[in-house]
């Protein structure tokens, strides 16, 4: 069983940086690949980057070259660098594994990006 906290959201004015964490309980993280996703007001909830156990990261083209997906597997973390925000980055920020599964979704982190 894996319980997730996302944290390190917040309100920043476009061209800014936030960067959020996912906390993992659970031994098996560091063999379980893990994903930062998001869900924007009106939208599906969409994948924004995934990571590996092994480091491997995978990024939506929306967000590539501005987000960095990274783990630490000591800290049974997943950090979300962003760069470079913008408005239509506004959404809640959810981590999973990945692919995702419906039980481990938890609160997100709320970011909003203003112009």
């Known amino acids: 069983q894996v319980q997730l906290r996302e944290s390190g959201g917040g309100l920043v004015q476009a061209g800014g940086s936030l960067r959020l964490s996912c906390v993992a309980s659970g031994s098996i993280f560091r063999i379980t690949a893990m994903g930062w996703y998001r869900q924007a007001p009106g939208k599906e909830r969409e994948l924004v980057a995934g990571?590996?156990?092994?480091?491997?990261?995978n990024y939506a083209d929306s967000v590539k070259g501005r987000f960095t997906i990274s783990r630490d597997n000591t800290k049974n973390t997943v950090y979300l660098q962003m760069n470079s925000l913008k408005p239509e980055d506004t959404a809640v920020y959810y981590c999973n594994l990945y692919p995702s599964l419906p039980q481990y979704w938890g609160q997100g982190t709320q970011v909003t990006v203003s112009s």
């Open positions: 990571i590996t156990s092994g480091g491997t990261a």
